[in-house]
């Protein structure tokens, strides 16, 4: 187990510390629509009336983009609420095997999205990075929780007789992660066009 948690350590730290240097780019999202500079985007976001608050500029992203943003946030919906269901039946009428059975479920939904998440990483440029950067850096600070959570869930349900109240917390804890996964992907969605 101990190894099996330092060789997922190792591959989170890689996997995050590959982002933000903007590795990405490759591939689709060139020679497609790209963001513009963030000092132009200044200078083209005024102020909204009687609001009082700067608009922002929102970044330009082609179709396929788009299509992948609402499928990472439908499987992270999906998630959060086969996450919501292993809480609500972690109760008196608890079996450890449904247990195991919705966590392969959540596990197998979890690496589609995280998939999907990664080519769509990929596919956008450096000025879209850029733009965005605030977003990409929350979504994968929740990716890293969302994959220890699982080991945490892993760890719970190691046992013969699990204990059903540690697996509903758990359980919850990763419905909120999604959650607020599910609203990252919500935000990046209305910050483009």
Same mark, same amino acid.
């Given at each position: ?80 609420? @086969? &996450? =919501?269901? %292993?809480? #609500? *039946?972690?109760?008196?009428?608890? $079996?450890?095997?449904? !247990? ?69 917390? @758990? &359980? =919850?804890? %990763?419905? #909120? *992660?999604?959650?607020?996964?599910? $609203?990252?992907?919500? !935000? ?6």
């Amino acid at each position: 187990m101990k190894k099996h948690l330092i060789l997922m350590s190792i591959f989170l730290l890689t996997a995050v510390a590959a982002f933000p240097q903007g590795k990405g780019g490759g591939g689709r999202g060139q020679g497609r629509q790209q963001a513009q500079p963030q000092g132009q985007q200044r200078q083209q976001g005024g102020m909204q009336s009687g609001q009082g608050t700067m608009e922002r500029k929102k970044v330009r992203i082609h179709s396929e983009q788009r299509q992948q943003i609402q499928e990472c946030r439908k499987t992270a919906d999906g998630i959060r609420k @086969q &996450a =919501r269901k %292993m809480a #609500q *039946t972690s109760g008196k009428n608890f $079996k450890a095997e449904e !247990a195991r059975e919705q966590r392969n479920q959540i596990r197998n939904q979890l690496q589609t999205m995280q998939q999907e998440h990664e080519r769509l990483m990929q596919g956008l440029d450096s000025g879209q990075q850029q733009a965005l950067g605030e977003r990409i850096q929350n979504m994968n600070q929740l990716r890293q929780q969302m994959n220890t959570q699982l080991m945490q869930m892993n760890s719970e349900l190691d046992p013969p007789n699990p204990d059903p109240e540690k697996v509903s917390v @758990q &359980a =919850r804890n %990763m419905e #909120q *992660t999604m959650e607020r996964w599910r $609203k990252e992907y919500n !935000a990046l969605s209305s910050e483009t066009e």
